[in-house]
């Protein structure tokens, strides 16, 4: 695998304002779309073995996904309720008893998350239009072509338009589709989580996708 | 001094003009820097969500104990007013207020009931029929010590008590 371009995004400076240590590290990757190959599946079946009810439950004081937790609170999330990324991988571990192989770029997501509790997101490369970043809504703007967003709402933005929510969905009209042929491999830094974690998720992100 | 206590509490008089305010001052025209009061008001959201993150750890494997629950603020995630952090603040304080006074009134049934398992194996005598299991002392399992007499009828007629402690879970089927 060649060397990942690692860039780093825009923040807007109100938010920078807000939570200094705000990032946003992506990097463009090629994907084929499609089935998991037999090494990430039994990678996800090993990755299901390593979780038990004891590691979920104290998940929450391990200083990464402490930290997605806090900035959730501070932002007005509850993480009880709509969990961040790692502890939702994990709860979805616990209730099926395993880990679901869905396809190549969904399940390198779920490693990448679950080895290292960044959130990850990928966008189709061909619907980002100029520099990625993150900045709040404006009033009216929505989400693909439906989904309204609230006044001051969180986003990962282009230089056009919304293009996800933070720790949240991603628009329909900026995913990975199944003829999508380069995506853009985008995580979310906050504070209490070093530069170098951001860079190993997208590293083992992109590391699963050429397996 | 009387220059000192003549003064008006309330009315800020502009240094240098040589004139006096009345109580009614012409409010700020500047828009008051909130930023530090954000910035902390951040930084003790993080602390109590830290301390109640503490505290559902040490509540496991209790099962019946309540869940410190504080919804989100809705909306989705965004910048909060603050008076949105304030409340939010406040409410977080309080769960973990609650959450730690159920804890420690749970610890410290446990820890009666730990005493009363040392009493049990003591004088088995003096507990006669009583069980306490693992959940009653907050431990993960199915382990309970009953005081129980030795060969049945016989035992509870010559007063031969002595604790059974359980082998743990059936196994599934």
């Not at chain 1, 932002?75 to 869905?102: M, N, Q």
């Not at chain 2, 009614?24 to 500047?30: G, S």
């Amino acid at each position: 695998m060649s060397e990942l371009d690692l860039v780093d995004g825009w923040v807007e400076p109100e938010l920078a304002q807000e939570f200094p240590q705000l990032s946003l590290v992506h990097a463009r990757v090629k994907v084929h779309p499609g089935p998991s190959p037999r090494e990430v599946k039994q990678r996800l079946r090993m990755l299901a073995d390593r979780y038990t009810g004891g590691k979920v439950v104290h998940m929450r004081q391990d200083p990464v996904p402490w930290a997605y937790r806090v900035f959730s609170r501070q932002v007005g999330i509850d993480p009880d309720t709509d969990r961040t990324p790692v502890e939702g991988v994990a709860l979805r571990r616990l209730k099926h008893g395993g880990l679901r192989s869905e396809n190549v770029v969904d399940d390198a997501l779920t490693i990448a998350i679950a080895e290292t509790g960044v959130p990850l997101i990928a966008l189709d490369a061909e619907c980002v239009d100029g520099d990625l970043g993150l900045r709040l809504a404006r009033s009216g703007e929505t989400l693909g072509d439906a989904r309204p967003l609230s006044a001051r709402q969180l986003v990962i933005a282009d230089g056009q338009r919304p293009v996800a929510v933070v720790l949240g969905e991603v628009g329909e009209d900026a995913g990975v589709t199944p003829t999508t042929e380069r995506m853009i491999l985008c995580a979310l830094g906050v504070k209490g989580v070093p530069r170098i974690s951001l860079e190993e998720a997208l590293w083992c992100a992109a590391e699963t996708l050429y397996t | 001094m009387p220059d000192v206590l003549d003064t008006h509490v309330g009315a800020a008089a502009p240094r240098g003009t040589g004139r006096t305010v009345g109580p009614f001052a012409l409010a700020p025209t500047t828009v008051p820097d909130e930023r530090a009061a954000r910035r902390t008001l951040l930084d003790q959201v993080a602390r109590l969500e830290s301390e109640l993150s503490q505290l559902f750890c040490s509540t496991w494997p209790r099962t019946h104990m309540p869940r410190p629950q504080v919804a989100g603020r809705g909306g989705g995630p965004r910048l909060l007013s603050l008076e949105e952090l304030e409340e939010l603040r406040d409410e977080l304080a309080g769960r973990v207020a609650d959450a730690r006074r159920a804890l420690s009134d749970r610890t410290w049934v446990e820890e009666q009931n730990r005493r009363l398992i040392e009493e049990m194996l003591l004088e088995p005598e003096r507990h006669k029929w009583v069980r306490v299991s693992h959940e009653d002392i907050g431990e993960p399992g199915c382990k309970h010590w009953h005081v129980r007499p030795r060969w049945s009828f016989i035992g509870m007629l010559m007063g031969w008590w002595r604790v059974v402690i359980s082998s743990g879970c059936p196994l599934a089927t």
